[in-house]
């Protein structure tokens, strides 16, 4: 079972609070374990804030005010920019057809510059599995899983993406209980 390019939708029982009422996307997912970036809790930090701290001018009225996502526990002073189409910058990991994961500043130089990616959103953190951990999580019923929307992650408001991501499984977050039953 390979999840990359797929949404891991917390359950109502998680105990992590990190991942609490959570959407990752993930974007690698091996025998080595898994590593993707939380799509729906935005910080107080504006893209617009954040080049700022980095020496860039952002001026594109679209992109200024929006927030900063957190990412996940793991490298929160660490930006990840996730992105379509997927273009070529430094350190940008192919996650799935015309999507990709760049950590290098080159893609946010692009985006200042107006000849960035056409979608994208950026965190910082993201949130990381060794191997088998995430199987293990997922056999206790931690994650529903669904195949990614790139909608869902790109023109979704981060606070409606839980349900957009509920609702391509055809789940009502109404219905979801905190416990699972073991027969």
């Not at 960035?116 to 191997?131: C, D, F, I, K, Q």
Request: negative net charge.
């Amino acid at each position: 079972m390979n999840l990359t390019n797929q949404f891991l939708i917390a359950m109502p029982g998680m105990e992590d609070p990190n991942f609490d009422h959570t959407v990752i996307y993930v974007c690698e997912h091996s025998e080595r374990g898994a590593m993707g970036v939380v799509i729906n809790r935005p910080t107080d930090l504006t893209l617009e804030r954040l080049f700022d701290k980095i020496d860039l001018h952002l001026e594109i009225a679209p992109w200024r005010d929006e927030p900063v996502l957190y990412g996940g526990p793991v490298q929160t002073e660490r930006g990840f920019v996730l992105h379509a189409p997927a273009g070529e910058y430094d350190s940008t990991l192919a996650v799935a057809e015309g999507i990709g994961l760049t950590t290098s500043k080159d893609v946010l130089e692009a985006v200042a510059e107006g000849t960035g990616p056409e979608r994208m959103l950026v965190t910082l953190g993201y949130s990381g599995w060794g191997a088998g951990q995430l199987e293990k999580e997922l056999a206790n019923n931690g994650w529903l899983t669904v195949a990614a929307d790139p909608h869902v992650i790109f023109d979704t408001p981060p606070q409606e993406r839980f349900d957009a991501a509920l609702k391509l499984l055809g789940v009502d977050p109404m219905y979801l209980a905190g416990q699972a039953g073991h027969a």
